[in-house]
């Protein structure tokens, strides 16, 4: 059987390097992206031909375009998008919220991810394809110091529902997966690089784990093609749901 080929953002780190992995050492083609190229070559070093390697920003629409337009003849035809390639910046409420950070996580989460489904489409559809959005319960349930990145991530759900209804009749696939609290970079990025602050969140709640993600995925793509997932919601057995809060007047 000639292998699949799936295109995975955000395969340097975290979940995108686990699915990534995942999907080789099941007999996939992978094309691997992210901006630092040297976490990508080790996929190269491990998995050979069976990657190839594309270094780019999310946020640059050039260069996502150049990327997909020099895919090697035997990666271009994409038959599964896992679009991972996200970040959380800061907590801070949003009335003391650095606007650059915004600015970022809506570049990079929104407009990226839908500047790359846009140009990888009419493969998707030639192929009968796969999209997993990688969202977030941040989604679903408000938090405080979550603004900005929970909108960027209900975005990324409701978009994963609009491509299904406008995909009806193709063949093509979409699901949301919706993580909740897992152990990867996310916390280091999102305090630019406080690792201490990013242990002390883990510290006894035996996060999901980007293994688990992958996992989800490789469950996706293995379904009967007359299945659709349309949202995977998971969290860790240690994290649920705080409830409201209430402000007294003196
Ligand atoms: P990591 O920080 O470990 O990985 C994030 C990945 O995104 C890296 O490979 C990074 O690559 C890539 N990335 C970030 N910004 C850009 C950019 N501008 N251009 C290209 N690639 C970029 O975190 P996770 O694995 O946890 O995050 C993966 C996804 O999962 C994100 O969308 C995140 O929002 C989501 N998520 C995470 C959860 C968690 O608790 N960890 C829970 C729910 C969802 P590089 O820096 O090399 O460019
Ligand atoms: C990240 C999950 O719970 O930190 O998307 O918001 S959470």
Redo the contacts with the bound molecule.
């Keep these: 059987m000639t292998a699949k080929t799936a295109f995975v953002t955000g395969a340097t780190s975290g979940f995108g390097r686990a699915i990534a992995e995942h999907l080789l050492r099941d007999g996939w083609r992978v094309v691997a992206t992210g901006r630092r190229a040297e976490r990508l070559q080790p996929l190269r070093d491990a998995f050979g031909d069976a990657v190839h390697v594309a270094a780019f920003d999310m946020r640059d629409d050039d260069a996502i375009n150049a990327a997909i337009a020099a895919l090697p003849a035997e990666f271009a035809h994409i038959d599964l998008l896992v679009n991972n390639a996200g970040l ?1 910046l800061g907590t801070a409420p949003a009335q003391r919220a650095d606007l650059a950070q915004w600015r970022q996580m809506i570049d990079t989460n929104i407009t990226g991810l839908v500047t790359l489904t846009h140009a990888l489409l009419p493969r998707l559809v030639e192929a009968r394809g796969l999209v997993v959005n990688i969202s ?3 989604a679903n349930y408000p ?1 405080a110091g ?1 603004n900005v ?2 909108g960027t ?1 209900a975005f990324v759900t409701q978009f994963s529902l609009g491509l299904r209804s406008d995909l009806h009749g193709t063949g093509v696939r979409v699901t949301s997966i919706e ?4 152990e990867t970079e ?1 916390t280091l990025v999102r305090t630019s690089g406080d690792q201490a602050a990013s242990e002390a969140l883990y510290k006894g709640v035996t996060p999901i784990t980007a293994d688990d993600i992958a996992e989800q995925v490789m469950w996706l793509t293995r379904l009967p093609a007359h299945l659709n997932i349309n949202r995977i919601e998971t969290m860790p057995v240690n ?1 649920s749901f705080a409830g409201f809060h209430v402000h007294r007047e003196a």
């Design positions: 959380a977030s319960i941040a938090y979550g990145y929970g991530k993580p909740g609290m897992a996310f994290q």
